[in-house]
């Protein structure tokens, strides 16, 4: 158990639909990061937030936003969502941007 | 922008023997090195890293080199054994940029 929690495991909506996947970092961690992970492929990250503030960005479609709020918590918002957007997405935590990662077990999200 | 490269999607290997796992990276910057485990349906698990400054780190089976002439890492687990089998992802670090990067994997049988 990595500590870190999210919701839900799994996802299924239609094209067009917007959600919101939830995660809760592991206790004292401050760094929050959201991955995106397609069909087998590798982890593609999205978007770092330490301590409430965004401090990464990487291939993060303007369609997606996150925000980490004050308890720490993090979500991923996902609009207008397309088929190419069926994936697992992973939220991570860590307690500096220079420590290893500690991953949840994913959210998998099913467009029809 | 293929940061990372993992040129063997899988590995098969016996029971006991060595299983060398193999990662490429085309930036310098990079200065901090970790290994990810993965098994089905759960989150990556952080095995172990190496810093720049280092060209190996061992830690119990797993030993990680690192050759930064030609940004060349490899993950070696002697003796394999049956639970190793997952997938495994190499992901670069560097200090001074704030982007995650993960390779795209190399999926690990070890057969009894």
């Known amino acids: 158990d990595s500590g870190v929690t999210q919701t839900p495991k799994h996802l299924i909506t239609a094209t067009g639909q917007r959600v919101t996947l939830r995660c809760s970092p592991r206790s004292g961690d401050l760094s929050v990061y959201w991955y995106q992970q397609s069909l087998d492929q590798g982890l593609q990250f999205l978007i770092q937030?330490?301590?409430?503030?965004?401090?990464a960005k990487g291939n993060i479609l303007e369609r997606f936003s996150a925000q980490q709020f004050p308890d720490l918590h993090s979500e991923l918002n996902l609009s207008s969502l397309e088929l190419g957007d069926s994936a697992l997405y992973f939220c991570?935590?860590?307690?500096?941007?220079?420590?290893?990662?500690?991953f949840g077990d994913g959210t998998r999200l099913s467009i029809l | 922008d293929q940061q990372v490269k993992q040129n063997s999607p899988s590995l098969s290997v016996q029971e006991g023997r060595i299983s060398i796992l193999n990662c490429d990276y085309t930036n310098s910057m990079f200065d901090y090195f970790l290994w990810y485990k993965k098994y089905p349906a759960e989150g990556p698990t952080f095995l172990i890293s190496i810093s720049s400054i280092k060209d190996k780190n061992e830690d119990g089976r797993f030993t990680v080199f690192l050759n930064k002439s030609a940004k060349h890492l490899s993950l070696h687990i002697v003796p394999s054994q049956p639970g190793d089998s997952a997938v495994y992802f190499c992901?670069?670090?560097?200090?001074?940029?704030?982007?995650?990067?993960f390779g795209s994997g190399t999926k690990l049988n070890v057969k009894p």
């Open positions: 937030y330490y301590n409430g503030e965004e401090r």
């Open positions: 992901a670069p670090h560097g200090y001074n940029f704030n982007k995650f990067y």
């Open positions: 991570a935590s860590s307690v500096s941007e220079n420590q290893p990662q500690h």
